[in-house]
């Protein structure tokens, strides 16, 4: 610490102030592009004089701290941790439900006294599901496990450091009296506005971003339609002109029809007698030439059939032999008879 000390007196080590200030300031930049980015801040204080002060003041934040125990491992055996942390969430899901009412008296109060001992060390963890971006500690001193931690996973440490500790593990250094409460508030404070000023920020770029998308959306809304208006206009005529097009035969097939009604009935008139004579005969002439495609397709099917037909004629030339054994016998009975007749 001896490049950030101003003077001795009285055995006493006094911090030169004007460079407190300018690692003050590195260390305040940093830490609001890291919450202006979205991540997430560790606050470490379990000194007596560190304790409420953080609590208060990082509570507004909403990031992350630990003022109890530092549970050792906390980083580097994080899935464990995070066990922990979801059984506190359980017990309370347990309470809700009901489950509660059905368990013992003992056995509520056992479930009870678990649970406000893992409130106590790990309630202010609740809400981080991943590993910080970055840890501000109070003490390096005394909170060495966790620097430890912070320099093997290579997470970045901001810390308060006394003349009494060694800033070559902390990434920001700002030399302060970290056993003063007056010390410690004053430099939690600086940071903890520059934390939520990075947050105000992050708020106000998506809500940019957010009005932003919907004008871009919005103009591409309007250039589309307008690209579309004259090219709907063309389809719209096209569509027209087919509709005219189909419409034109069946508009004729109504009026033949309607002209044949009216002529049934004054068939006895002589013009719409006439009228009627030559709608028939256009009727007559439209079924006339109907039928020609049928009596094309007809004698075709005759053709192929008459080799059949031969077939029968073989069994005719048959009949007679069948009928010389009838004639033979009819002879032989007629000798039979004249036979008999004779010695008569």
């Known amino acids: 610490m001896a490049p950030y000390i101003f003077m001795e007196k009285n055995s006493i080590h006094i911090i030169d102030l004007n460079k407190t200030e300018?690692?003050?300031?590195?260390?305040?930049?940093?830490?609001?592009?890291?919450?202006?980015?979205?991540?997430?801040?560790?606050?470490?204080?379990?000194?007596?004089?560190?304790?409420?002060?953080?609590?208060?003041?990082?509570?507004?934040?909403?990031?992350?701290?630990?003022?109890?125990r530092w549970p050792g491992g906390m980083l580097t055996n994080f899935p464990t941790i995070r066990k922990a942390v979801k059984k506190m969430s359980a017990i309370d899901k347990m309470a809700t439900d009901g489950t509660f009412e059905?368990?013992?008296?003992?056995?509520?109060?056992?479930?009870?006294?678990?649970?406000?001992?893992?409130?106590?060390?790990?309630?202010?963890?609740?809400d981080l599901t991943r590993l910080p971006a970055a840890m501000f500690i109070v003490d390096v001193h005394k909170e060495y496990i966790a620097v430890r931690e912070a320099n093997r996973l290579n997470i970045p440490v901001f810390a308060m450091v006394d003349t009494n500790s060694d800033?070559?593990?902390?990434?920001?250094?700002?030399?302060?009296n970290d056993d003063a409460s007056k010390s410690i508030?004053?430099?939690?404070?600086?940071?903890?506005?520059?934390?939520?000023?990075?947050?105000?920020?992050?708020?106000?770029?998506?809500?940019?971003?957010?009005?932003?998308?919907?004008a871009k959306s919005?103009?591409?809304?309007?250039?589309?339609?307008?690209?579309?208006?004259?090219?709907?206009a063309k389809g719209q005529a096209n569509v027209a002109e087919e509709k005219v097009k189909t419409e034109k035969p069946r508009i004729g097939k109504k009026a033949q029809k309607v002209e044949i009604k009216p002529d049934t009935?004054?068939?006895?008139?002589?013009?719409?007698?006439?009228?009627?004579?030559?709608?028939k005969a256009e009727v007559k002439e439209d079924k006339t030439e109907e039928p020609k495609a049928e009596k094309v397709e007809e004698p075709k099917a005759e053709k192929v059939e008459e080799p059949k037909a031969e077939e029968p004629k073989a069994e005719k030339v048959e009949e007679p032999k069948a009928e010389e054994p009838k004639a033979e016998a009819k002879a032989e009975v007629a000798e039979e008879k004249t036979e008999e007749k004779a010695p008569e």
């Open 22 to 68: 300018i690692k003050l300031n590195e260390a305040a930049a940093a830490m609001k592009q890291i919450a202006k980015s979205g991540r997430k801040i560790l606050f470490v204080a379990t000194k007596k004089q560190a304790k409420d002060i953080v609590a208060e003041k990082v509570k507004e934040i909403g990031m992350p701290y630990v003022t109890e």
């Open 102 to 126: 059905t368990l013992s008296k003992r056995e509520r109060l056992q479930i009870a006294r678990q649970r406000a001992k893992l409130e106590k060390n790990l309630g202010s963890i609740a």
């Open 167 to 176: 800033p070559r593990n902390i990434d920001f250094p700002i030399p302060s």
């Open 185 to 214: 508030s004053l430099i939690i404070d600086f940071v903890t506005e520059a934390v939520a000023e990075g947050l105000s920020e992050r708020k106000m770029e998506k809500e940019k971003e957010a009005s932003e998308t919907k």
């Open 218 to 232: 919005q103009k591409a809304r309007e250039s589309s339609r307008g690209k579309a208006e004259p090219g709907e």
């Open 265 to 279: 009935r004054s068939a006895k008139g002589g013009e719409s007698g006439e009228a009627n004579a030559e709608a």
